[in-house]
C-alpha cells in the first residue's frame, strides 16, 4: 500500500495479528503476496489462493483475514474458493468488531453502528446470491429485488441513526457514562495497539477481577479495581487502541470510543518504546489527545518493554528531557512500584490518595 515506505507490510500483518488477538481469535500463521495489482475476482492469485486452502486445511482454519478492504464479489468468491464454513472478512471488518465489543458510552455504541451499517451497504449482495446459489437460482431476479428492498431499509436505518447520534451529542450531559457514580478514580490507559496496555492491567490487578462485585458489576470487561496498600483503591480501564493502520471510514467510530476517558481522572499513555515508529506513535496519540474534550485531565506517560531497548540508560537519559515519563516493563514488572507512585502523586493532586501497589 501507500504507506509502506514507514509502515511496511510486516509490520501491517503484525498489528493485523494483534488486532484478531485483541478481537479474541487465536493467530495461527499469516502470508503475503506482491502483484502490481490485484486481482478484481479473488483479490490474491490464484495459486495463493490454492496455498492457502491448503493450510487452511492443515491448520483447521476457522477464519481468513484480509490486511485490506475487499469488495463483496471478492469476500464472496473466496468463501467460495476456501470451501466448507471457512469465514473470509477484512480489516474494516475486524475492527469494527474489536469498536463493538468496545464501545461503552451510548454515543459510542451509535457510532459504532452506523459504521457497521456503511460497512454492510455495498455488500449486502453477499448474503443474497449465498441465498439464490442454495436455491439452485430459482429465485433469480428476486433476490435481486430483495437486494434493493435490503438496502432501502438499511439506508433508511442509516438515517434514524445519524439523527439519533445528532441527540446524543446535543445532550451528551444527560447520556454521560455509569461511571459517575462509582465513587473512586478512574485511570485510563490510552496508546497504540501492542503498546503492552493490557499487559500492564493484568500485571498491576493480577487475578483480582470482580465479577462479582455489585459496584463494579456494571462495568466493562476491559476495567479492572488496583488496591493499594492502605485499602484505596482505583479503577485502572483499558481503551480501544490506536491502530497504525486504520481505515479513515472508522475515524468517527474510533474517536468515539475513545470518548469515554473525558470522565477520567487521569490519562495513562502507555508507548511500546521498543517500537520503531515510537516517536510517530506518541504525536499521533498526542494530537488526538488534544482534539478530545480532556485537556483539564492530568496525563503520566509510561514507555513500556524498556526490557527490549538495548541502551536502557539512553532511555533513562532521554526521559529526563520529558516531563511525567515513567520507564516501566509490563513483562517483568521493572518499574511498577514507581508507576504506582506517579499514579498516586497525580491522583493526589485531584484529591484523591493511592498509597502504594499491592502486588
Ligand atoms: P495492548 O494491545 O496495548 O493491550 O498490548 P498487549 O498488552 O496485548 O501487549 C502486546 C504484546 O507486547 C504482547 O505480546 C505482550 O506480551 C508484549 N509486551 C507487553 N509489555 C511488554 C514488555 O514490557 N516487554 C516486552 N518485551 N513485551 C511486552
Not at 166 to 187: A, L, N, T
Amino acid at each position: 500500500g501507500d504507506q509502506e515506505d514507514l509502515f511496511g507490510i510486516e509490520e501491517s500483518l503484525k498489528e493485523l495479528a494483534q488486532l484478531a488477538d485483541t478481537a479474541g481469535l487465536l493467530v495461527v500463521g499469516s502470508t503475503s503476496q506482491k502483484l502490481a495489482t490485484p486481482n478484481p475476482r479473488t483479490y490474491i492469485g490464484s495459486g495463493k489462493v490454492a496455498e492457502i486452502k491448503n493450510a487452511i486445511h492443515a491448520l483447521d482454519v476457522e477464519t481468513v483475514i484480509f490486511d485490506d478492504e475487499l469488495s463483496a464479489g471478492q469476500l464472496r468468491n473466496l468463501e467460495k474458493a476456501f470451501g466448507g464454513d471457512v469465514r473470509v472478512c477484512d480489516r474494516t471488518a475486524l475492527i469494527l468488531d474489536i469498536f463493538n465489543q468496545r464501545a461503552v458510552t451510548h454515543e459510542a455504541a451509535l457510532q459504532v453502528a452506523l459504521a457497521q451499517m456503511e460497512y454492510q451497504l455495498p455488500r449486502l449482495t453477499k448474503m443474497w446470491s449465498h441465498l439464490e446459489r442454495q436455491a439452485g437460482g430459482r429465485v433469480k431476479g428476486m433476490g435481486e429485488k430483495q437486494i434493493e428492498v435490503d438496502k432501502r431499509i438499511l439506508r433508511t436505518q442509516i438515517g434514524a441513526l445519524k439523527k439519533e447520534l445528532e441527540s446524543v451529542r446535543k445532550h451528551r450531559k444527560q447520556y454521560r457514562s455509569r461511571r459517575c457514580s462509582v465513587p473512586v478514580p478512574v485511570v485510563s490507559l490510552v496508546g497504540y495497539t501492542n503498546a503492552g496496555k493490557s499487559t500492564l492491567l493484568n500485571k498491576l490487578t493480577g487475578a483480582n477481577v470482580l465479577a462479582e462485585d455489585r459496584l463494579f458489576a456494571t462495568l466493562d470487561p476491559t476495567t479492572r479495581r488496583v488496591q493499594t496498600k492502605n485499602g484505596k483503591e482505583f479503577l485502572l480501564t483499558d481503551t480501544v487502541g490506536f491502530i497504525q493502520k486504520l481505515p479513515t471510514t472508522l475515524v468517527a467510530a474510533f474517536r468515539a470510543t475513545l470518548e469515554e476517558i473525558s470522565e477520567s481522572s487521569l490519562l495513562v499513555h502507555v508507548v511500546d518504546i521498543s517500537h520503531p515508529l515510537a516517536q510517530q506513535q506518541i504525536d499521533a496519540v498526542e494530537k488526538v489527545l488534544s482534539e478530545l474534550d480532556v485537556a483539564s485531565i492530568p496525563k503520566l506517560m509510561v514507555w513500556n518493554k524498556v526490557d527490549k531497548v538495548g541502551y536502557p540508560h539512553q532511555v533513562k537519559m532521554e526521559t529526563e528531557q520529558r516531563e511525567d515519563v515513567i520507564c516501566v516493563s509490563a513483562l517483568n514488572g521493572d518499574g511498577l512500584q514507581e508507576f504506582c507512585d506517579a499514579v498516586n502523586a497525580k491522583l493526589k493532586d485531584s484529591m484523591v490518595w493511592v498509597e502504594a501497589f499491592v502486588p
